[in-house]
């Protein structure tokens, strides 16, 4: 037996749970895309202060938001920088 729905309240309800997946995933897609020092440190299992000198010496680019540092993924998925050669 069908229920008749007037208010297409059944279509609306499928096309917020499509839209609430949708957001969810560019979210997820967004999340991570750039990372603090402090999670960077974690990450590589090093300090905030090692991490600092890391870009201190242009060992590992960031972007500036503000005055905080962010590492983009690209960078962390690389791991932990080599020593430069002396």
């Known amino acids: 037996m069908t229920v008749e729905d007037p208010l297409g309240i059944h279509a609306m309800r499928e ?5 609430t997946r949708l957001v969810e995933s560019i979210a ?7 990372y603090t020092v402090s999670q960077v440190a974690k990450l590589w299992n090093k300090s905030n202060r090692t991490i600092n ?7 590992v680019p960031v972007i500036r938001h503000g ?20």
């Open 28 to 34: 997820l897609e967004n999340q991570q895309a750039e």
């Open 67 to 86: 005055q905080t540092p962010m590492i983009r993924r690209e960078i962390v998925s690389q791991g932990v920088p080599q020593s430069p050669k002396p």
């Open 53 to 59: 000198r890391y870009i201190a010496q242009g060992r």
């Open 15 to 19: 096309d917020l749970a499509r839209l």
